[in-house]
């Protein structure tokens, strides 16, 4: 009896923590992916199942989409990735929301998910809905290969696991309904720059794509991806700023409005520094034509003193510009760029940075997280234009 009593006081123990764990994840993460790998392989862990997906109700819902799954469940024989949802919930609020086993002979008439589980090998399913603010969010499915009676406090972990699942994904939708407002108006601003530029039409968007492209070909995060491509967007922010004399000057400026022209750098980091959705933006914004060799502008910043997302964003920028049509001169070759930016390692360019830039370009190669390009824009790349390079700066974008 000790033993038993032991034993479940650890097993007690062991969801608290695991509880404690979800939770803190719950509140804190915004990726819905990791806080359900957390919850449903702590489901696995210490619990009867060999089976756990999380879904979440799609906009028009009708359908529950799978978000993970882990364990058995990933092994099903039929695609389980899209579930109905309206006869699911009708059987869970109909019997309070609580834990039912959706397998059991009587819900076999009503629920059609009961035989894509059998025709997916599963013999054995639970489920519990997600409810956030009295508003229905997902489901955790859970899987068995054979039968079993759950105990009460059992029970009990896996509603409170299902509570916190409902906390972070109604956390990860409002995240992404702000994510898409703050992309629109991004958008909205690089469109501005454009009515402002027309010259450069196109050019953040694909100075974007290129800086994302190659942030992900050097592995580096999701977040930091996402701000090679939204810096890319705007890192031409600030020539809002500029007279339209100077801007769409179809000849070569004079050194006045040269230097008038390089205030955009600064422009473009005094209109996102105060804005809390651009802040983390601001560094490429006012760096991107930073040189590794320290002779670039604002500051005259070398090496790595350039920020990373910076150095990145220069390589895109030159590239781009140099390959795209101007109204002044024809854009060149992508192989010419690629031997210019082989040129420019260790003065313009950072020398490791411009390796990488020109075997993505040569192999086309994009990884995971990726923005892919068009033919169209490939195409623009690949020109078969073979002119001289133009000034500095405007080749630069």
């Known amino acids: 009896m000790q033993i038993i009593e032991k034993n479940r006081l650890k097993n007690r123990e062991r969801k608290l923590i695991a509880l404690q764990h979800i939770g803190t994840k719950a509140t804190n993460a915004l990726d819905l992916q990791q806080v359900s790998k957390l919850a449903l392989n702590e489901i696995?862990?210490?619990?009867?199942?060999?089976?756990?997906?999380?879904?979440?109700?799609?906009?028009?819902?009708?359908?529950?989409?799978?978000?993970?799954?882990?364990?058995?469940?990933?092994q099903a024989v039929i695609d389980l990735s899209v579930l109905p949802a309206k006869e699911l919930f009708f059987v869970l609020d109909s019997v309070e929301n609580r834990l039912i086993d959706i397998c059991n002979p009587e819900y076999r008439g009503?629920?059609?998910?009961?035989?894509?589980?059998?025709?997916?090998?599963?013999?054995?399913?639970?489920?519990?809905?997600?409810?956030?603010?009295?508003?229905?969010?997902?489901?955790?499915?859970?899987?068995?290969?054979?039968?079993?009676?759950?105990?009460?406090?059992?029970?009990?972990?896996?509603?409170?696991?299902?509570?916190?699942?409902?906390?972070?994904?109604?956390?990860?939708?409002?995240?992404?309904?702000?994510?898409?407002?703050?992309?629109?108006?991004?958008?909205?601003?690089?469109?501005?720059?454009?009515?402002?530029?027309?010259?450069?039409?196109?050019?953040?968007?694909?100075?974007?794509?290129?800086?994302?492209?190659?942030?992900?070909?050097?592995?580096?995060?999701?977040?930091?991806?996402?701000?090679?491509?939204?810096?890319?967007?705007?890192?031409?922010?600030?020539?809002?700023?500029?007279?339209?004399?100077?801007?769409?000057?179809?000849?070569?400026?004079?050194?006045?409005?040269?230097?008038?022209?390089?205030?955009?750098?600064?422009?473009?980091?005094?209109?996102?520094?105060?804005?809390?959705?651009?802040?983390?933006?601001s560094d490429i914004v006012i760096y991107h034509h930073e040189r590794f060799d320290g002779t670039g502008y604002p500051l005259g910043l070398s090496g790595e003193k350039i920020p990373l997302l910076a150095r990145i964003a220069t390589l895109a920028d030159a590239f781009d510009a140099m390959t795209s049509d101007r109204p002044y001169r024809k854009g060149m070759p992508a192989e010419k760029a690629l031997a210019i930016i082989e040129q420019n390692k260790g003065a313009q360019f950072d020398p490791i940075l411009a390796t990488h830039f020109i075997t993505m370009v040569e192999d086309k190669q994009q990884r995971e997280y990726a923005v892919d390009l068009t033919d169209d824009e490939l195409a623009v790349l690949f020109d078969e234009n073979d002119e001289n390079p133009v000034d500095n700066e405007r080749a630069a974008g």
């Open 110 to 281: 009503v629920l059609q998910i009961c035989d894509k589980m059998e025709a997916a090998g599963i013999k054995n399913a639970f489920a519990t809905q997600l409810v956030n603010q009295q508003e229905t969010v997902g489901v955790v499915v859970l899987t068995r290969r054979d039968r079993i009676d759950l105990q009460l406090d059992e029970q009990q972990f896996i509603t409170n696991v299902a509570t916190w699942l409902s906390v972070a994904t109604s956390n990860a939708k409002l995240y992404e309904g702000l994510q898409t407002g703050y992309l629109k108006v991004t958008l909205a601003l690089s469109k501005a720059i454009e009515a402002k530029d027309p010259y450069t039409c196109g050019h953040s968007d694909s100075v974007a794509k290129f800086s994302a492209n190659l942030a992900s070909h050097l592995e580096l995060s999701k977040s930091d991806i996402e701000r090679a491509y939204i810096g890319g967007l705007l890192h031409d922010i600030g020539k809002i700023g500029i007279p339209d004399a100077i801007l769409n000057k179809p000849g070569s400026l004079t050194d006045e409005e040269y230097a008038i022209i390089k205030e955009h750098s600064y422009k473009g980091f005094e209109i996102t520094q105060p804005v809390d959705a651009l802040i983390n933006i």
């Open 44 to 74: 696995l862990e210490i619990s009867q199942f060999d089976g756990a997906a999380l879904y979440t109700l799609a906009k028009n819902k009708d359908y529950l989409e799978l978000v993970r799954s882990e364990g058995v469940f990933r």
